[in-house]
């Protein structure tokens, strides 16, 4: 059964509502975290394009990121886990996974197993929890990878504000 049932969740993922690109974080990361990601997207056979600034580059290293982001650039690395399905990472720090994911591509149970799979391929393997809020509204999450609970959960009562 999946962690999540796409009936039990499709608020949250309705774009009049939370807009289309949620914020997806992982706290308390290192640049050793930024690589271990980059392995494994690698690993996993994922398709990828990074750049800096918008400029098309070969993915090196994590390191090599921090150091284009220490010289004021926003390396984005655009992961593909799916052929339909983006997320796109941006190294704003070393501290912090960002990422966004498209609404406009998750709709559905099989779309929605797909982030819960990604959630839980990268939460276990950083062993970190994660969580997604609307676009532009941190601190209030809607739903992560607890990595207590070993899975993707709901972090609110997903009500639909129309109602």
Known sequence: MPDLLWDDVKVLFDLEVNGALPDVVVEGTTVE?????????RARD?????SVD????????????AAAVYAGGIPEL????????????RMYQTESI???VDLR????????????????VIGR??????????????GHPDLGF?????????????????V
């Open 98 to 100: 960002d990422f966004d």
């Open 146 to 162: 607890d990595i207590e609970a070993d899975r993707v959960v709901l972090m609110v009562d997903p009500v639909d504000p129309r």
């Open 33 to 41: 975290d930024w690589q271990v990601l980059l392995d494994l997207v």
């Open 105 to 120: 591509e998750l709709q559905g149970q099989e779309r929605l197993d797909i982030l819960v799979d990604f959630f839980c």
């Open 78 to 89: 655009r992961v593909w886990p799916s052929p339909d399905v983006l997320m796109i990472f």
């Open 54 to 65: 918008g400029e098309p580059l070969e993915l090196t290293s994590a390191a090599d990121m």
């Open 125 to 138: 393997r950083l062993g970190k929890s994660m969580v997604m809020t609307a676009e532009g509204s941190p």
């Open 46 to 50: 994922w398709q990828y394009a990074y």
